[in-house]
């Protein structure tokens, strides 16, 4: 059974710090990018960062560059997220995903949450000013 689940979310004050969590299980980790989405309430999802777990390429929105590190750790088959420098406007749900979308295509399709087979059930992050 697939599964990916996200752990590490909670309440910070603006400028704080958080790490989230991806464990993942039932899929081969080598075939994969992970990716990390989020989203607030009346908003759209947007991706915020994916890693591929074969290369260790990672990618980032804008939004979230500079401030936050996606990084793997390959015996836990695990994928995390640091979040520095928070801002109430990343306040949101984040959730984590797989897709197995070709390495030559990946740089250009990794914020399609379509292109996602698998899904966690997703983690609350609240920023408060």
């Known amino acids: 059974e697939v599964q990916l689940v996200e752990s590490g979310g909670g309440s910070v004050q603006a400028g704080g710090s958080l790490r989230l969590s991806c464990a993942t299980s039932?899929?081969?980790?080598?075939?994969?990018?992970i990716g990390w989405f989020r989203q607030a309430p009346g908003k759209e999802r947007e991706g915020v960062s994916c890693i591929g777990e074969h290369n260790g390429e990672s990618y980032y929105a804008d939004f979230v560059k500079g401030r936050f590190t996606i990084s793997f750790d390959y015996a836990k088959t695990t994928v995390y997220l640091q979040m520095n420098a928070l801002k109430p406007e990343d306040t949101a749900v984040y959730y984590c995903?797989?897709?197995?979308?070709?390495?030559?295509?990946?740089?250009?399709?990794?914020?399609?949450?379509?292109?996602?087979?698998?899904w966690g059930q997703g983690t609350q992050v609240t920023v408060s000013s």
């Open positions: 995903a797989a897709t197995g979308v070709a390495e030559t295509v990946v740089a250009d399709t990794w914020t399609d949450g379509d292109e996602y087979t698998y």
């Open positions: 039932g899929f081969s980790f080598d075939d994969y990018h």
